[in-house]
């Protein structure tokens, strides 16, 4: 099953910073606009950031805009998430998928948490 695998994560305290990698086989990375998602425990997974294929758009969710900053590289078939000034309301499992997500490429995901 091809699956995208994220990487990046951990344990931080408030105020500090990571920064989150997905990389996923090259035919269902580079053609589509990739996207960021996040579930916390007790909550659904929800969108966070979106960037377009071509690199040249971004969407950040209104409510980690200025914090949260997406990017990706083609040739390496990476997307990133820099998350600056982290809270303990990030904390939760980060996933990557399309934009929209597409149901059967979702990964394990990887566990941020922010605590002091």
């Known amino acids: 099953q091809v699956q995208f695998v994220e990487s990046g994560g951990g344990l931080v305290q408030p105020g500090e910073s990571l920064k989150l990698s997905c990389t996923g086989p090259?035919?269902?990375?580079?053609?589509?606009?990739m996207g960021w998602y996040r579930q916390a425990p007790g909550d659904e997974r929800d969108f966070l950031a979106a960037?377009?294929?071509?690199?040249?758009?971004?969407f950040i969710r209104e409510s980690v805009r200025g914090r949260f900053f997406i990017s990706r590289d083609n040739d390496k078939n990476t997307v990133y998430l820099q998350m600056n000034n982290l809270k303990s309301e990030d904390t939760a499992v980060y996933y990557c998928?399309?934009?929209?997500?597409?149901?059967?490429?979702w990964g394990q995901g990887i566990q941020v948490t922010v605590s002091s």
């Open positions: 998928n399309h934009y929209p997500a597409a149901p059967d490429y």
């Open positions: 090259g035919n269902i990375f580079k053609p589509f606009d």
């Open positions: 960037i377009s294929w071509s690199n040249t758009t971004t």
